[in-house]
C-alpha cells in the first residue's frame, strides 16, 4: 500500500466543495480542509508557460469572464484574473467574492500552503509536459506521499508510474471500463491485482451501476482502494458504506460531513483520520 494511503483518505473535496466559495482558491481549499476534508480533488492544467494550474474548467468564463483556456495563457495572465468574479453565493444570490483579490492558483501553490494535507490530482493534459511538470512540483514540495494522481488517459498514467514509481495513482477511465468488463464477466476472479493503487468513479456510469457491492468487494480484495463520488443523499451514502467504500467524492463537504455524522458518526472519528 502506498504512504498516501496511511492515513485513511476518507472524504475528498471537489475543487474544494464549499458551495458558498469560489472553486480551486485557497480560501476555498483551506474552508474544505476546516470543515473536515481529509483530501483535496482537482484537475491539473498546463498554462501557456508550462505551471500546472488547478482547475475544473478548461477556461476561465464562468467564474472570471474570460473565455481563454487555461494552456492559451501564462501564469501572470491567469492571476491578473479575478476568480470571484461571476460567483454568486447560493443564498444571497450576491456576488460576494467580486473584487476581493481572490485568484486561482498552482499545484505549487497549493502544496506550498497545506504542506501537512493530501491532494488528489487529475492530470487533464495528454502527453509527458504534464508528467514532467507534475513530477517536478511533487519532488521540489517532497509530496509524493500525499499526492494521488488520476487520469482518464491511460498513456498519462503509464507515463507517471514510469516517471514517480513511488506515487499513487487511479485507474485510468480505460482501466475503470476494462475492470468493470472483468467482472461483469467473471473473468475478475483470475485477476490477481493491478498497477494502480485506487479506483475511482462515480456509483453509475451510463446504464451501468459500477458502485455495486460486489464490484466494491472486488475491487478492495485485489487491492484497490475503491473512492467513490456521490450525490450527497443519505440513502446513497448509507449503502456506500455497508458495501465498504473508503471514501468518497463530493461537491459539498459540510452536507457529506453532516450526513456521516448523522448516519456512522465514528466514519469520521478524527482518531480514525
Same mark, same amino acid.
Given at each position: 500500500?502506498?504512504?498516501? !494511503? /496511511?492515513?485513511?483518505?476518507?472524504? !475528498?473535496?471537489?475543487? /474544494?466543495?464549499?458551495? &458558498?466559495?469560489?472553486?480551486?482558491?485557497?480560501?476555498?481549499?483551506?474552508?474544505?480542509?476546516?470543515?473536515?476534508?481529509?483530501?483535496?480533488?482537482?484537475?491539473? +492544467?498546463?498554462?501557456?508557460?508550462?505551471?500546472?494550474?488547478?482547475?475544473?474548467?478548461? $477556461?476561465? &468564463?464562468?467564474?472570471? /469572464?474570460?473565455?481563454?483556456?487555461?494552456?492559451?495563457?501564462?501564469?501572470? %495572465?491567469?492571476?491578473?484574473?479575478?476568480? /470571484?468574479?461571476?460567483?454568486?453565493?447560493?443564498?444571497?444570490d450576491e456576488f460576494t467574492f467580486r473584487g476581493k483579490?481572490?485568484?486561482?492558483?498552482?499545484? $505549487?501553490?497549493?502544496?506550498?500552503?497545506?504542506?501537512?494535507?493530501?491532494?488528489?490530482?487529475?492530470?487533464?493534459?495528454?502527453?509527458? +509536459?504534464?508528467?514532467?511538470?507534475?513530477?517536478? #512540483?511533487?519532488?521540489?514540495?517532497?509530496?509524493?506521499?500525499?499526492?494521488?494522481?488520476?487520469?482518464?488517459?491511460?498513456?498519462?498514467?503509464?507515463?507517471? +508510474?514510469?516517471?514517480?514509481?513511488?506515487?499513487?495513482?487511479?485507474?485510468?477511465?480505460?482501466?475503470?471500463?476494462?475492470?468493470?468488463?472483468?467482472?461483469?464477466?467473471?473473468?475478475?476472479?483470475?485477476?490477481?491485482?493491478?498497477?494502480?493503487?485506487?479506483?475511482?468513479?462515480?456509483?453509475?456510469?451510463?446504464? &451501468?451501476?459500477v458502485g455495486n457491492q460486489g464490484m466494491i468487494r %472486488?475491487?478492495?480484495?485485489?487491492?484497490?482502494?475503491?473512492?467513490? &463520488? #456521490?450525490?450527497?443523499?443519505?440513502?446513497? *451514502?448509507?449503502?456506500?458504506?455497508?458495501?465498504?467504500?473508503?471514501?468518497?467524492?463530493t461537491d459539498d463537504i459540510p452536507l457529506l460531513v453532516? *450526513?456521516?455524522?448523522?448516519?456512522?458518526?465514528?466514519?469520521?472519528?478524527?482518531?480514525?483520520?
Open positions: 500500500m502506498k504512504s498516501f !494511503f /496511511g492515513i485513511r483518505p476518507l472524504l !475528498f473535496a471537489r475543487n /474544494g466543495a464549499i458551495p &458558498s466559495m469560489p472553486r480551486d482558491t485557497l480560501e476555498a481549499y483551506k474552508a474544505a480542509f476546516d470543515a473536515g476534508a481529509t483530501v483535496i480533488y482537482s484537475a491539473a +492544467r498546463l498554462s501557456a508557460d508550462m505551471h500546472l494550474v488547478l482547475s475544473g474548467d478548461r $477556461d476561465f &468564463s464562468a467564474a472570471a /469572464g474570460e473565455n481563454a483556456r487555461v494552456g492559451a495563457m501564462t501564469i501572470d %495572465e491567469i492571476k491578473a484574473l479575478d476568480a /470571484g468574479h461571476y460567483f454568486r453565493d447560493p443564498v444571497s483579490g481572490v485568484r486561482f492558483i498552482t499545484l $505549487d501553490e497549493a502544496l506550498d500552503s497545506f504542506p501537512d494535507r493530501r491532494f488528489n490530482i487529475e492530470i487533464a493534459d495528454k502527453g509527458e +509536459r504534464a508528467v514532467d511538470a507534475l513530477r517536478d #512540483v511533487v519532488e521540489r514540495h517532497k509530496a509524493v506521499d500525499r499526492v494521488l494522481v488520476y487520469s482518464m488517459y491511460a498513456s498519462t498514467i503509464g507515463k507517471v +508510474r514510469a516517471s514517480i514509481p513511488e506515487i499513487a495513482t487511479s485507474l485510468s477511465l480505460t482501466g475503470v471500463l476494462g475492470l468493470y468488463a472483468l467482472f461483469r464477466t467473471g473473468f475478475l476472479y483470475f485477476k490477481r491485482g493491478f498497477k494502480a493503487d485506487a479506483l475511482q468513479i462515480p456509483e453509475v456510469i451510463g446504464p &451501468s451501476f %472486488e475491487s478492495s480484495a485485489r487491492g484497490l482502494k475503491v473512492i467513490i &463520488s #456521490v450525490d450527497n443523499s443519505q440513502a446513497q *451514502i448509507r449503502r456506500l458504506i455497508e458495501a465498504g467504500a473508503d471514501g468518497f467524492i453532516k *450526513i456521516l455524522g448523522e448516519i456512522k458518526p465514528d466514519f469520521c472519528d478524527p482518531d480514525i483520520l
